[in-house]
């Protein structure tokens, strides 16, 4: 910081830097939490997160943030502080418009509907957690009147995760996706030419799968004097500071996969947030400009890179050096023909790329039809399957592999969903711009993975959310989201693996 | 909490829980730092620790907290708040007496000097470190003036560590203390019956090492749900809340006592902490008494428990089923002897149970003349060696191997370095009032190791901060300080080693 501020500017940095503070032992919690903390400890630990929590929430909503904003919004003259400031106002915006005893019932809602959730999931039993969605949707109807809207009501909910997106762009490109995919799927049920997933179902001690992907995200770029790589029951990704990335995965020691793509997937997340520019550090503005982006980094990585042919090209042999005896005999071909079987799951997590996006539109169309009152929970179990059924051609047994596998409700994240879908299709559009600059496939044949990861960080890591994601998006592509791309590249590989 | 209290008692408790949710942040981050986090990320992480520090900081020192040791000190008729705010008027009390400017130029100083004394050490170059020490020693000279005293200036310091210790104590106990152990030392020198050390310095594979001592925290009622065992540099414990104590030691694979004994002595620390009463969770009073008790229990398991003959007829054959073959040949005696070898050494931390209380004497006396201002900084090597050679008949050829062999003095820890000499003697004075309620040796062969953690729990651990260090001592052991179980004990116990 060699820069001159002004007094109130500085004092502006000095207050952000506090927040971030808190943030930064609050994802040192969290990462602790998943991976190492001791059981009994748990109980106290809540309660330490709840006050570090409130004390983020009371600095980020105080008279002196409003001061803040007040003074510097139009005064100062430097970006970033300028960014900065938008960024939290638009949070303290939020805030303030929520009737404090209000957000505190939702508060306690959202962790009894947890805990409702889990055991209901595990019961299968969508009566048990239907009051409580009921509450958390009244909620979210109500927040976002409060906020407002220009157009659609779900819009304001899509802004907290994916600022730009409304439902109007959603609603033109979804069903021109869904089609798309519907028809792609029809043609892989028809195809006479089916990968067999058996052959790679073999038995991969986990300490192996660990070195191979360890290998593999040392390839592409991964700072490990900057992160570490551990293990979990869920896989995520958590900054704890701008040098400190961490990732964790889990592992199936019958289907490699799960680490593989897993931990590849995290490492496109950590990416991102490791090549941020240093100058936005300690801001707000110092981590991915939105979910979709995100996602866009890490599935990047995991479907572009890691499930193409290029990629098994280079990559097949050191996989072996890893891998025991019963892979070394499978051709490449059977091979990267079975780790991209497409076959629909009742689970979205366990989708395959073709018929991931489809779970995601079911959510959207139900969880917009919910806010804007078109729907009553009562009937969501049904619905779901109704079009599990229209989508992807299989009806759930149960709502435990219907309506109740995902979390995201019972935490009242709605308009979360759609990010997972513009991932996808951001990362074909990206895809085809760094095209335009060098042949990805040769470069990934070439194990050049750090010039994607380079050309990345130009793009879109070092901007942080210093850019919002469309700018991004028509900076890098000249274009606005575009499905196409997407379909493309579906269909180029698929017609390639199932021949029809 | 299901007692009742006035609004300001309510208020209060919820302001310590607030100063508690900080303290556990920063003891995840120090923990995380010494054992996971990647290097890059220090940077930052400091920064981080600076803020949250000094929010506690501002939060001890607060015109509400003084408000509150106001209207409370007198009016509560809950003992614990009447304990709680007895503390926090200790602490308010010292920081508001510093004036601000000093103590943030103290801050740095010791941040500047720790770093400087790494280096000197290194090099072994005092003079490098010199000066800062000087300022160091000035500053607590000064601060001890503003704290004020009634006897000696050394006193105020003392109390930081071990309330209720005097230097008129310390110079009654630690010269009776001192001829005695020189003594024994000279009787140990003349011996014709010398133990071969040589025997136990086996490679022992690091996982194998670690599976022993897990077994042995497990026997002493380490609970692993209430904590963990890590790798570190330099072995500690950690208490993030009281259901969440953790340990880390380090592996030595030619010399299994620095991993056994280190890991045992860090346990006996975990378990004070782990069996605090519940009803002190959240205040200030939910941690051990003081430095010199602290010790007194790591010491005692480590020693009294793990050094002693009845403890490895128990655990000899635990211990072989983990150990190399090199070490199955070893007669029990030789092994009994051999870790038990008495040899002066320069480094404090390498010092056997009979000479560490000589090293803790040389500290002892400089820092007090230091204090009082009887001696200079600049004679510090010179009488350090002088004292060495006195009473351990060894003079350290420089001063790595001498005066700048520990960090306490470059962080400005003066007064401290009594505590564990304290934790000998009160430890010693333990093990003789445990002997009162049943026979430990018998217990130990038994392999009754949770019977002594109950003794300790209910004798010392459940009281926390609730009781005074010398009020503890004096309601378990009728006595106080008393340096003759110490010396009886290693007499007896050297005497059957080294036969004299």
């Given at each position: 910081m060699s820069k001159t501020y002004t007094k109130t500017e500085k004092a502006f940095l000095t207050y952000l830097r506090e927040i971030k503070a808190y943030h930064e032992a609050l994802s040192l919690i969290f990462w602790d939490l998943r991976t190492k903390a001791p059981k009994k400890g748990v109980k106290t630990r809540s309660e330490t997160i709840g006050i570090l929590s409130s004390k983020v929430h009371r600095m980020t909503t105080s008279d002196r943030m409003k001061e803040f904003i007040d003074q510097l919004k139009d005064e100062t003259k430097d970006p970033i502080i300028h960014k900065a400031v938008l960024e939290c106002e638009k949070k303290?915006?939020?805030?303030?418009?929520?009737?404090?005893?209000?957000?505190?019932?939702?508060?306690?809602?959202?962790?009894?509907?947890?805990?409702?959730?889990?055991?209901?999931?595990?019961?299968?039993?969508?009566?048990?957690?239907?009051?409580?969605?009921e509450k958390l949707v009244d909620f979210n109807i109500k927040f976002a009147n409060y906020w407002g809207y220009d157009q659609h009501i779900y819009d304001t909910l899509l802004d907290i995760y994916e600022p730009g997106i409304t439902v109007k762009q959603l609603d033109e490109v979804f069903p021109k996706l869904r089609t798309s995919l519907v028809n792609l799927l029809e043609k892989v049920k028809r195809s006479k030419n089916k990968p067999d997933p058996s052959v790679i179902l073999q038995k991969f001690p986990?300490?192996?799968?660990?070195?191979?992907?360890?290998?593999?995200?040392e390839q592409m770029g991964y700072d490990f004097e900057a992160g570490r790589l551990d293990d979990t029951v869920h896989p995520f990704e958590i900054t704890l500071n701008q040098q400190d990335v961490r990732i964790t995965t889990r592992y199936d020691e019958n289907d490699f996969r799960m680490a593989v793509f897993g931990t590849i997937h995290e490492g496109g997340h950590a990416l991102y947030e490791q090549n941020i520019?240093?100058?936005?550090?300690?801001?707000?503005?110092?981590?991915?400009?939105?979910?979709?982006?995100?996602?866009?980094?890490?599935?990047?990585?995991?479907?572009?890179?890691?499930?193409?042919?290029?990629?098994?090209?280079?990559?097949?042999?050191?996989?072996k050096r890893y891998a025991p005896e019963e892979f070394h005999s499978i051709p490449l071909d059977m091979f990267y023909q079975s780790i991209n079987e497409v076959r629909p799951s009742y689970i979205r997590i366990e989708a395959d790329e073709m018929t991931y996006p489809l779970h995601i539109m079911i959510r959207y169309e139900l969880e917009k039809a919910l806010i804007s009152q078109d729907i009553d929970v009562k009937d969501l179990p049904e619905l779901w399957n109704d079009k599990m059924e229209d989508y992807l051609g299989i009806r759930p047994r149960n709502d435990r592999e219907g309506v109740l596998q995902d979390v995201h409700w019972s935490g009242g994240s709605f308009g979360y969903f759609p990010s997972y879908a513009l991932g996808y299709m951001y990362g074909a559009q990206l895809l085809h711009a760094m095209n335009q600059s060098f042949d990805v496939n040769q470069a990934i044949e070439n194990g050049e993975l750090k010039k994607i990861k380079e050309w990345l960080t130009v793009q879109i890591h070092q901007y942080g959310k210093m850019k919002e994601p469309l700018d991004i998006l028509k900076d890098v592509t000249g274009e606005t989201l575009?499905?196409?791309?997407?379909?493309?590249?579906?269909?180029?590989?698929?017609q390639d693996i199932y021949q029809w």
């Open positions: 303290y915006e939020r805030s303030i418009k929520i009737p404090e005893d209000e957000n505190k019932e939702y508060v306690t809602l959202q962790s009894q509907a947890e805990s409702v959730w889990e055991e209901a999931r595990e019961k299968s039993d969508f009566e048990m957690f239907k009051p409580y969605l986990k300490e192996d799968q660990k070195r191979f992907t360890l290998e593999i995200l520019s240093d100058e936005l550090e300690g801001t707000p503005l110092s981590s991915g400009t939105s979910m979709g982006i995100h996602e866009s980094q890490s599935l990047f990585w995991e479907n572009y890179v890691a499930r193409s042919k290029a990629f098994w090209k280079r990559y097949y042999n050191t996989f575009n499905p196409d791309y997407l379909v493309r590249y579906l269909e180029k590989k698929y």
